[in-house]
Structures are given as C-alpha cells and as structure tokens.
T-cell receptor, first 114, second 112 residues
Framework: KAGVTQTPRYLIKTRGQQVTLSCSPI?????VSWYQQTPGQGLQFLFE???????NKGNFPGRFSGRQFSNSRSEMNVSTLELGDSALYLC?????FGGGNEQFFGPGTRLTVL | KQEVTQIPAALSVPEGENLVLNCSFT??????LQWFRQDPGKGLTSLLL?????REQTSGRLNASLDKSSGRSTLYIAASQPGDSATYLC???????????FGKGTKLTVNP
C-alpha cells in the first residue's frame, strides 16, 4: 500500500510569488491535514480537510489556503510569498475525521523563498 | 490551549543503553497520543499510537506509556542502536478534530 505522497519535494521561489503544493493521501484515507515545520517554531498546524470541507484552520494569515478534491487529494496554496514562509510543509492523512485514528505523514515539500 | 513539552531537547548515549524520552501536555482531555520519529530533512514516521483509554503500547524495542491524569507520556527505547539516532516527536490529538499538537522534539544521538 503506497504511503502519503507529496509533490514537489523541493521548491525555490522568490518573494511575492505564489506556490501550490500537492498531497495524495493513503488510498482509502479521507482526512488530510497540513503542517508547517520550521527550526524555530517546530510543527504548526495549518488546516485540515475531510469530505472536501475545511474542518479546522490554524493561526496563519489568509495567504495560506487549501482545498480537497473528491478523490481526497489536497492542495495548499501560499500567495505573496515572504522569506519567513521558507519551511518544510508536511501533510498527514487518516482514514476518517475525528476518533482515534493513526495519522501518517508524507515526506514533505521543502520550500525555499529567496 | 494545549501545549506539549519534551524533555530533554537533546540526548547523547552510547550504543546499547536503555533510555527514556519524556513528553508532557497541559490539557488532559486528549483523545490519543502518538510518537513519531523524524530523520533529518525527512517526513515523520509513526512509531506508536496510544489511545486515551490505554496505559501503554509496545512495538519491538519501543514501549510508550501514557498517564493522562498527570499529563505525561514516556517513550522507552531498549538496547539503543546507532540507527535509532533521529528526532523523536510526541503529539496529542483532541476529540472532534484530526489536528495534532506537537512538542519540539528530542534529538537523540546513539554513539557506536
């Protein structure tokens, strides 16, 4: 069974540009969550999706957005990139929303903003 | 607001030693607690999941315990090996969401 996949694995952008990251959950998983990981702040929750609906959002500016498709794949978008957006972006999937599900993470997308 | 703390931030041990990593959380109303391992520049690998009704879980050389009332969990690694070198993260989940709240991690180095 394939794990969580994220594309692209690496991105280099300049300030002011926008970027779209993609996450494909484990087959059969319907819940996808996104996290930002930086050396200073650690892992911070961005948002979570289930059945194409955003269920919860973390404390990030409106430049960070996302969506989920009917096949449970998810994308996140960051507009007007800032230097501080440089981070490892991780997505996690679980088979349903709520309850004691184990969560599985992808390898991440390393975003560098110059 | 849930806060998760991991102590120590870094740990260096000789190969073969048994060790304990600590995790504490401020709000005991958790649904479960999950321990992860992260190698440099990589994603997270799930090690153990403990539901709030459970006291411990074991997988191979790893044993995790949970004391929900006191807001503590420990990860015990037996007979450590150089391949165990990584950052270990604990995360708690509250009901009604898939959101995980993470600690900052313990960076473990096992010296041959």
């Amino acid at each position: 069974k394939a794990g969580v996949t994220q594309t692209p694995r690496y991105l280099i952008k300049t300030r002011g540009q926008q970027v779209t990251l993609s996450c494909s959950p484990i087959s059969g998983h319907r819940s996808v969550s996104w996290y930002q990981q930086t050396p200073g702040q650690g892992l911070q929750f961005l948002f979570e999706y289930f059945s194409e609906t955003q269920r919860n959002k973390g404390n990030f500016p409106g430049r960070f957005s996302g969506r989920q498709f009917s096949n449970s794949r998810s994308e996140m978008n960051v507009s007007t990139l800032e230097l501080g957006d440089s981070a490892l972006y991780l997505c996690a999937s679980s088979w349903k929303f709520g309850g004691g599900n184990e969560q599985f993470f992808g390898p991440g997308t390393r975003l560098t903003v110059l | 607001k849930q806060e998760v703390t991991q102590i120590p931030a870094a740990l260096s041990v000789p190969e073969g030693e048994n060790l304990v990593l600590n995790c504490s959380f401020t709000d005991s109303a958790i649904y479960n607690l999950q321990w992860f391992r992260q190698d440099p520049g990589k994603g997270l690998t799930s090690l153990l999941l403990i539901q709030s009704s459970q006291r411990e879980q074991t997988s191979g050389r790893l044993n995790a315990s949970l004391d929900k009332s006191s807001g503590r969990s420990t990860l015990y690694i037996a007979a450590s090996q150089p391949g165990d070198s990584a950052t270990y993260l604990c995360a708690v989940k509250e009901d009604g969401s898939e959101k995980l709240v993470f600690g900052k991690g313990t960076k473990l180095t096992v010296n041959p």
